[in-house]
């Protein structure tokens, strides 16, 4: 079995990704990784080049800065070096997601597994969104709480934007791969950057969503979802974390906006009737 792993980067260093802690999270367990770099304003590309592995193998775009449909720009970055995989799985890690080296002996052993049933399309994994601070993260159904994150490479994919991928049965209709759960985790730190760094990344990215910047404040957030994180830090991730200690605390007088106060409603019934709502963009087989 030969594993790929791919992501794609752009300005990660002044945006405040831990890119490179990313990338060093899953080497272990894959054959090659490859790393689209577009054309940055800061050292990105130095810093890839400078992990000492073999296995990364870097390939160098121009982002379409005229494509601002919902972000459809991510989708072709993605697609772009998920394109020049080799292996029998694709791996994609985000720049911002990173893996405990505690569970990447199951993730390895989960691609072994399902690598001859046919019918399954791509592993899940759920997610830990930290939020504000390394020791908080947030458990609400708006906020994705399982993702597919590895596709086979054989299958006929495409990634709409950043986060997911449709597979083709035909050449007119997509549909959600069929999927299986590895039974880890991935370890989302895009939400306790700083704020200067999340709002530079707003002002850097929106556009490509066809949408204006606007000012993100942390304490702006419905503190009933924001939950203590009782576990460990992947290694690799730990000297990147901001030292901060307790939950955070978001503004106590905010009050939750109308598609909050829906999810709060969604919490409820989760709770009343033993169901899991947030959004799937796979189909569990």
Known sequence: MKVSAFT?????????YPFVQSIQSVLPIVEEFVVNVGESEDNTLELIKSIPSSKIRIIQSKWNDSMKDRGYVYGQQKMI???????????Y?????????????QIRESMKVHLNDLNVEALVFDFY???GNSNSYINSPGWYRSEARIIRNSVRSYAPDGLFWLVLDSNKEGRYPRAKHTGAHCYHYGWIRSEEQMNLK???VKKYWGENHENIDYTQMDQSIIKEFQGTHPEIIKNWLPKDSGIYQADKNYQPDKKQ??????????KLFGIELSKKHFKLI
């Open 261 to 270: 106060k829906k999810h709060r409603l969604m919490i409820k019934l989760e």
């Open 129 to 131: 969104h930290f939020y």
């Open 8 to 16: 794609f980067i752009k300005n990660g260093q002044i945006l405040g």
């Open 81 to 91: 070096a998920q394109y020049n995989c080799t292996g029998d799985w694709a791996f």
């Open 93 to 105: 890690i985000e720049g911002d997601e990173v893996y405990h080296e505690n569970e990447l002996e």
């Open 202 to 204: 707003s002002k850097k």
